[in-house]
């Protein structure tokens, strides 16, 4: 069965640090996201994606977050100057259409650590 | 805006049926959709009810009724491996919100 593919698994950071958290959603969609979960929080959405363009962000999706989907495979979240909130796992997903139908796919996850 | 309402917790035994409501008040509605994840998990998509009704998917069935902003979650022959958190997510559109979900506890 087809994947999201999220890498690395975990990462660890400094504050202030830059983090690339990426992504390689399933070939034949069209619709990407990410999300994020504080630890005992519920899952929150940060930014939709689509024709390599922004479609809706969060207020959480603030300057310091962009999204690249620099070739036809990679998916990209970057946080630019981490802090210590920014701790917490975070899941790309795709989905084929928005009927609904298909569900969202989702990565198992990075989780961020930000000391 | 969007509203859900779940009960946040639910414990059953290995063998049992067990149903989770759920109520919703959102704009826009497409549809409902159900998630499962388990601790530490990513979400995984269950079902989707796009019309009034059941549908059914293996020991798992989902229920919608738009006039009532219902829907409930049925599972089955419940197992161990189902003990996780599910999400009744108003779904469709360009993005799904997720609420606090239910907490599922199977127990022998």
């Known amino acids: 069965e087809p994947e999201v593919t999220q890498t690395p698994s975990h990462q660890v950071t400094q504050m202030g640090q830059e983090v690339i958290l990426r992504c390689v959603p399933i070939?034949?969609?069209?619709?990407f996201y990410w999300y994020r979960q504080i630890l005992g929080q519920k899952v929150e959405f940060l930014v939709s994606f689509y024709n390599n363009e922004i479609s809706e962000k969060s207020e959480i999706f603030d300057d310091q977050f962009s999204v690249e989907r620099p070739d036809g495979s990679n998916f990209t979240l970057k946080i630019r100057s981490t802090k210590l909130e920014d701790s917490a796992m975070y899941f790309c997903a795709s989905t084929k259409d928005l009927t609904g139908y298909y569900g969202y796919t989702f990565g198992s996850g990075t989780r961020l650590t930000v000391v | 805006g969007q509203s859900l309402e779940q009960p946040s917790e639910v414990t059953a035994v290995e063998g049992a049926i067990v149903q989770i409501n759920c109520t919703y008040q959102?704009?826009?509605?497409?549809?409902l959709s159900w998630y499962q994840q388990h601790d530490g998990g990513a979400p995984t998509f269950l079902s989707y009810n796009a019309l009034d009704g059941l549908e059914e998917t293996g020991r798992f069935s989902s229920f919608l009724s738009r006039s009532d902003s219902y829907g409930y979650l049925l599972l089955q022959e419940l197992q161990m491996k189902d003990s996780a958190s599910y999400f009744c997510v108003p779904g469709g559109g360009n993005k799904l919100t997720f609420g606090t979900g239910t907490q599922l506890k199977v127990e022998l």
């Open positions: 959102t704009s826009g509605f497409y549809g």
């Open positions: 070939s034949n969609h069209l619709y």
